[in-house]
């Protein structure tokens, strides 16, 4: 399951190993670039133009110039899927950072650096049947969340964390309003009611919150974008998280405190299967 033959760069696509960054690169140095992660279902992109469209605004937020426009981004990747034959599940890795050179703080006068490359993935069929297990984490980050950036390191602390005590996700919180998971959007259910935090700048507007939330409506759940409390989530129905490799995954404990009765939800059930039809996923997970 390694990366696929070819990869697209500013300069077109080309094969993995012609990737060379100088060690004076603003990503390597400073983190200073944006990301996107893009999930590809039997080799076709999924709200590829929803990952494009917080690309932009991402870039903009750090004023970084993308270095194709949207119609040609998006052609180029399609193209990139069909260079490399893809087929399978697997997941589409993108940034671009503000260049190579001397290392300085202020922004230097030469091209961004893009690329995008492409990985088997498999979805997470277990754990979306079964659930996971979450920590809860304090949330350390800076004040502009929505920027998907490269610096993850509070992200990544978090996520260490939970690995560490055997959990997937780590659920952070501003002093005591849940915002969002370490790689992921938080939602949960109580008396029939979905909440999720709304899209500040506090979170990122993930691509798949937005697809549950337009979902939920249509399955006819009563849905509030409102800031909820650790004791909220800890007196849930049913808690789950949202990502583009996680889809939506149920969170049966939380600090080793059950949810609901320990099993996912029936109403992320119905949420989860939802989902799998709007993806055009034709294997079930829920059979
Ligand atoms: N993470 N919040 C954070 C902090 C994230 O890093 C992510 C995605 C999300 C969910 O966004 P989306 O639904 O658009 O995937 C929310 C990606 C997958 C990652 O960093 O690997």
């Not at 996107?36 to 932009?56: K, M, W």
């Not at 893809?86 to 091209?111: M, N, W």
């Not at 996971?132 to 964390?161: E, F, G, M």
């Not at 099993?263 to 119905?270: A, D, E, F, L």
Request: charged share 25%.
């Amino acid at each position: 399951m390694s990366v696929y033959s070819h990869v697209l760069t500013q300069d077109g696509i080309i094969p993995k190993e012609s990737l060379l960054y100088p060690f004076e690169e603003r990503g390597l140095q400073f983190g200073d670039g944006v990301y996107e992660v893009i999930r590809i279902y039997q080799g076709s992109f999924d709200l590829l133009e929803e990952h494009i469209d917080r690309l932009y605004r991402s870039a903009d937020a750090i004023r970084l110039k993308v270095p194709f426009i949207k119609t040609e981004l998006i052609a180029a990747l399609q193209k990139l899927t069909a260079t490399n034959d893809v087929r399978t599940d697997a997941k589409l890795y993108l940034q671009i950072t503000r260049g190579s050179a001397t290392r300085e703080h202020s922004f230097p006068d030469v091209p961004s650096n893009f690329y995008a490359y492409i990985e088997p993935s498999n979805r997470p069929v277990s754990s979306l049947q079964h659930g996971v297990r979450a920590i809860l984490a304090d949330d350390i980050r800076w004040d502009l969340c929505y920027i998907k950036s490269l610096n993850l390191l509070p992200n990544i602390l978090a996520k260490q964390t939970a690995k560490e005590k055997g959990a997937y996700e780590a659920i952070l919180h501003k002093q005591d309003t849940v915002t969002e998971g370490s790689s992921s959007n938080v939602f949960m259910i109580k008396d029939d009611i979905l909440y999720t935090h709304p899209a500040t700048v506090n979170i990122l507007h993930g691509c798949v919150r937005a697809r549950v939330l337009e979902l939920a409506q249509q399955a006819g759940l009563q849905v509030k974008e409102t800031a909820f409390r650790v004791e909220n989530l800890l007196q849930a129905d049913e808690v789950f998280i949202t990502s583009t490799t996680s889809e939506i995954m149920p969170i049966i404990e939380i600090d080793a405190k059950q949810v609901g009765n320990g099993k996912p939800g029936s109403i992320t059930r119905i949420l989860q299967r939802a989902y799998e039809k709007a993806c055009g996923i034709h294997v079930t997970a829920f059979a």
